[in-house]
């Protein structure tokens, strides 16, 4: 029973933020323009490198639904390292992720997230860059479709332009369409796409908080060997950002300290297997060792920074989070998470009404 009744309050934590966030993540998929950020994140100078990971930062996009973007930006004229920034900053913060890392960690560790989030794309972006220079393009055969079958994996490339041409945008339907369009895409494919991991991620989180000893987390879950291991298990784990949230919680609590946990927060969510493939045929095998070596190395150095600042800063990370936690009052906690709830649940709706369909008398 104490596992459930954790696993409850980090549902009920996270429900109103997240809630939030997909809100304003049906708002940027809406309005935000692709044409615009082919333009911003064209070329191979550290401009655009830096640009691509901050433009991707907020974009409801996992690692796997990053890809058909990512690719269609390369295609049209993107170069590697622009590519790699918007493959790592894209999946590896949102503002649905920010929103609920607010609740369960507080406003530290959101703030070293996204800017982890943005170092490890700019340091990784440029190293793909000098790495792969004078590489040669390989010949593309696949027509770059995302691996996953999630919902949430965005809409499928455009066909390949000349090298460094824009694509004519589309005629934009109008504002309320978009509008209808991006919410439907937040609370029905997004909410989809990484529902059943969010669920995985509360039951671990209430696992960890309930029945793990803090003291074996507290010994070994600190310092560069535990940060390495966390880099290297979370590269090639398909988890999204909000996902990994509720579990980096329950391994706060459990005593591991907030750099490693950053570790997970970061490597875990900006790539998948998918991902991996793709570089390794886009960029060859030079670009996918720098693109590994970037993530490893860039992880652990924001992990040691942050656990050297709440050091000298005397912070207490724990402190924050519940305070996180107190700023909204149950009753809406409550409602948001019935909410949710019952918008993740549309898919077991819809099954259970075909069923029933299938089986009325004719």
Do not use: K
Not at 3 to 25: K, N, Q, Y
Not at 298 to 313: E, F, K, N
């Amino acid at each position: 029973m104490n596992v459930l009744h954790e696993i409850l309050g980090v549902a009920l934590a996270a429900a109103p933020w997240l809630l939030l966030g997909l809100f304003v993540s049906g708002l940027i998929r809406a309005f935000v323009d692709d044409a615009v950020l082919q333009r911003w994140v064209g070329g191979e100078e550290p401009g655009s490198i830096g640009r691509a990971a901050v433009i991707g930062a907020p974009l409801p996009l996992c690692s796997c639904g990053a890809i058909p973007t990512a690719l269609t930006l390369h295609r049209a004229g993107a170069g590697r390292g622009p590519t790699t920034a918007f493959l790592i900053g894209t999946p590896g913060i949102g503002v649905d992720s920010l929103a609920i890392t607010y609740a369960l960690l507080g406003p530290f560790m959101m703030l070293v997230r996204a800017l982890g989030a943005v170092v490890t794309a700019v340091v990784t972006g440029l190293l793909v860059a000098m790495g792969t220079r004078g590489t040669p393009m390989p010949v593309s055969s696949s027509d770059g479709r995302c691996a996953c079958n999630a919902g949430g994996c965005g809409s499928e490339p455009a066909e390949p332009g000349p090298p460094g041409s824009v694509p004519a945008a589309p005629a934009q339907p109008p504002p309320a369409r978009r509008l209808h369009e991006g919410m439907r895409y937040a609370f029905g494919d997004l909410l989809e796409d990484i529902g059943p991991w969010l669920l995985g991620g509360l039951v671990v989180a209430g696992v960890l908080i309930a029945l793990v000893p803090a003291q074996v987390l507290s010994t070994y879950g600190s310092g560069p060997v535990a940060m390495l291991v966390m880099a290297v298990i979370g590269i090639p784990m398909y988890i999204c950002a909000a996902a990994a949230t509720p579990i980096a919680a329950g391994m706060l609590v459990a005593g591991v300290s907030p750099g490693t946990v950053l570790v997970f927060l970061l490597a875990g969510p900006i790539t998948s297997a998918a991902t991996l493939g793709l570089l390794r045929r886009e960029f060859t095998n030079v670009g996918l060792a720098w693109y590994l070596g970037g993530i490893v190395a860039s992880t652990i150095a924001v992990g040691m920074a942050t656990d050297g600042v709440i050091g000298l800063a005397g912070l207490d990370i724990a402190a924050q989070a519940g305070a996180a936690r107190e700023l909204l009052p149950a009753w809406l906690e409550a409602v948001a998470l019935i909410v949710l709830l019952w918008l993740g649940s549309r898919p077991v709706r819809q099954w259970v009404g075909r069923r029933l369909g299938s089986a009325a008398p004719r």
